[in-house]
């Protein structure tokens, strides 16, 4: 018998697994990004840094009984009688949290992960970029970067290579007929330098358009801004010159704040033209082509004034012809998996009609899970000198 | 903590050693480890220190933490079953927290020492899981830490279906079999006769006759099999050495788990009735006493809804020694209980039995009315509703629930399914359905084990189906 006390500053092992799992988080994450995208909990994180998302493959499965299929066996005040309701399922078949038993062991259906929105953000932004851009005459500083790309025998002893001045060491003492490390002399030091890079960027304007007319419901609306929140943020991330001009529109359009435009809520009928030419106008007034990328992109569910379809489509024509590219998202019903041949629905009529659909994306969205594809699609890598690659709509 | 204050620990220990052993309990020595708040969760989430490396654990650990940093739960104590047995106090402790976990831990050694069920258990399984960790590291280093990890992933998925009883057919030590086969008189008058089974049977096999006999298979195939984790590292068509003998150390670990998982209620409740009357024997002043009673209470108190398996432990033992202290008339005459045997009683009853037989044989009428014991279950999908309130049908239910450790009984019915080397495993159904997104995902970790075509017979809604998994695509039928 005895009492103890070790020094047990060097017991890591639990941490050292923690890694193991944060790396396993991270991997689910990145398979799963397409859902976590278009996520609530993000979306509506209100700035908050991290937040929990459900994931699925993360957790330990095993043969176990169905917990909602089995009888359990509880303990109650001393007053239970049968038939009393002691707790509640929780609809929409996920986790089960009946009143306070039924949660215990109710297999949450999915692992819930603690993710910061930064690390995701650098996740989705991996391969993201402003397509097409140009050298336009007007250019802007971007950003002074340090970057260590030099060594040299003399320096701040902070900067020692230490793996370099090992190598130089053992290099001499072997000259010296005695190759082991050690004995370090003044020649053997090496220091890492730096150099002080400027970037130059193009200048860029995004401009945002969103419809909100009455037939953009709850959900089609919460899909066009989860997307203009991953761009907004993408945007803000990579590129330190992009203005983004605001504008929401059902049938007159006006350019609105980043709030308005995220919070707003409208109902009416839908004239896209409006949009559209109030977009040109912006651009006249504001950001000359010569010196300005261009993007417009807009969001709606295609269900635009039958009268008004002509002039859409000369209109987007000729956004194309002055932007670098134009973006056309088309928001389905919720899971309305299969495209909808309306020959109302604007993308058809887009992509039936425009004359110039070399820089024209469209893309349709039925499903939360179809944001990331859409970003990607958006903003994905082409190649600048192979124009018109993705003239293609993707039609699901 | 100051040394004085150890050296106060270190008195208490020895008085309540004393006091225990005058109670007649009888454990292992036991040392005491003074440990900071990360290393008690630690050793919490992997229930032994020094095991191998796994992301799982991580994970258990970092749950841990995170309740303990926001202040949701804490561990008072962790004890491990060695001899000698170590126990674990948390550095933040008060004094009165130290003596009632120092009494507690008493109560869990004893109860490991002396049950029957941990009477094959390895006492020496700290040094045994640290070679494992050796050797699993060992083969990270030489096949990749993924690659041991994903293995890992799919032996743990079945970790728990192991024999409890395996001891019985561990395979004898090479000097045993040879000593044993020295003791077999040899070549009798009538010896000849088991060749003449020998070659009867090479002639079948060398006919092609087909015919798969039990007989044919070496004694280490025969089925049904409830041990998964041995059948797969014996008889997988497809692993190689170290992935058998990766599941070979997780099966050692789970054989000295799994007493553990058979007698939770037990265990728990013994160690509490012990830490409380030792406390009790302890001269406490009346503020002592007062933070000593607050503790007590929070440990065995009953939880609303759930089941606390330390209260309801207890709540059975005192139960049993009053009836057999002052049995009624009706128990003098039927069962010829003298009195007075209450203490010889619950002594025995830690010693031979388990949860499930504990609770079959002493949760009785009365106890099942006083805890308010209930058996509840979701009517519609939708309301948690309790069903039945009548004692035997919550006991059997209580029991129902702790067999098997509360896991589906499965067991391996074929090895060599459609001729072809495929597995067939078989759910012995008993009213309770399979949650089938995880059977779903568990077959195809059974699948990356056994490298070829699996098979599950289970029910669901009451008919008996089949689910399949191929290496690609899931079927049902």
Known sequence: MSIQRNDWSLQRKGIIDQERHKDRVKEAIRKNLGSIVSNEAIILSDGKRTVKVPIKALDEYKFRFNYQKSKHVGQGDGKTRVGDVIGRESRGGGSGTGGGQAGQEAGTDYYEAEVNIDEIAALIFEDLQLPYLEEKAKKAVQSRKTQFNEIRRTGVIANLDKRRMILENIRRNAREGNPRFGDIKKEDLRFKTWEEVMRYESNAVVIAMIDVSGSMGEFKKYIARSFYFWMVRFLRTKYDNVDIVFISHHTEAKEVTEEQFFTQGESGGTVVSSAYQLALDIIKQRYRPADWNIYPFHFSDGDNYYSDNEEAVRLADELISTCNLFGYGEIGEEGSSSYRRSSGALLSIFSDRLHNKDRFVGVRIDDKEDVYPALKQFFGRRGLDTPGISTVSVIK | ?477
């Open chain 2, 1 to 477: 903590m100051e040394d004085r204050e150890i050296r106060e620990l270190e008195a208490a220990v020895e008085q309540i050693w004393q006091i225990a052993q005058g109670f007649g309990l009888d454990p292992y020595p036991t040392n005491f480890e003074i440990v900071p708040a990360t290393v008690m969760y630690e050793v919490g989430s992997y229930a032994l220190p020094g095991r191998y490396s796994h992301w799982t654990f991580g994970k258990a650990y970092h749950r841990m933490k995170t309740m303990y940093d926001f202040g949701l739960s804490k561990i008072y104590e962790v004890v491990i079953n060695t001899n000698p047995s170590y126990g674990f106090l948390l550095e933040t402790n008060s004094p009165i927290q130290n003596k009632m976990v120092i009494a507690h831990v008493l109560g869990h050694v004893d109860f490991f020492k002396n049950n029957t069920y941990f009477s094959k258990t390895n006492r020496r399984m700290v040094e045994s899981v640290s070679t494992h960790a050796q050797r699993m590291m060992e083969y990270e280093f030489k096949h990749g830490r993924k690659t041991v990890e994903r293995f890992l992933d799919a032996v743990l998925a079945i970790e728990e279906h192991i024999d409890p009883y395996f001891f019985i057919k561990r395979e004898l030590s090479v000097e045993e079999e040879k000593r044993r086969a020295e003791q077999r008189p040899r070549d009798g008058r009538y010896d000849d006769l088991w060749l003449l089974d020998k070659t009867e049977r090479d002639a079948r096999i060398a006919a092609g006759s087909g015919e798969r006999d039990d007989k044919d298979r070496g004694p280490r195939e025969r089925l049904p099999e409830k041990d998964l984790l041995y059948y797969m590292m014996k008889n997988s068509p497809t692993l190689v050495p170290w992935q058998r003998d990766a599941i070979a150390m997780v099966h050692e670990e789970m054989e000295y788990f799994v007493p553990q998982m058979q007698t939770k209620i037990m265990n728990e409740g013994w160690a509490s009735i012990w830490h409380a009357r030792i406390m009790r024997a302890l001269d406490l002043t009346d503020n002592d006493h007062i933070e000593f009673a607050n503790l007590h209470s929070g440990v065995v108190s009953p939880q609303k809804g759930q089941l606390n398996p330390y209260y309801l432990g207890y709540k059975i033992y005192e139960d049993i020694e009053r009836r057999w202290n002052d049995p009624s008339t009706e128990e003098r005459q039927k069962f010829s209980r003298a009195g007075k045997e209450g203490r010889d009683k619950i002594f025995e009853v830690r010693e031979l039995d388990n949860d499930v037989s504990f609770l079959r044989n002493y949760l009785t009428e009365e106890l099942c009315e006083e805890l308010d014991l209930f058996v509840f279950e979701l009517i519609e999908e939708e309301e948690w509703t309790i069903t039945e309130k009548r004692w035997e049908k919550v006991r059997d239910q209580l029991v129902a629930n702790m067999t098997n450790f509360g896991f589906p009984y499965l067991e391996v019915a074929d090895g060599d399914y459609n001729g072809n080397r495929e597995l067939y495993l078989k759910h012995r159904y008993e009213g309770t359905e399979l949650d089938l997104r995880y059977g779903r995902k568990a077959l195809e970790h059974v699948y990356t084990l056994w490298g070829r075509p699996v098979h599950l017979e289970t029910v669901i809604d009451e008919e008996s189906t089949v689910l399949h998994y191929n290496g690609d695509e899931h079927g049902e039928d």
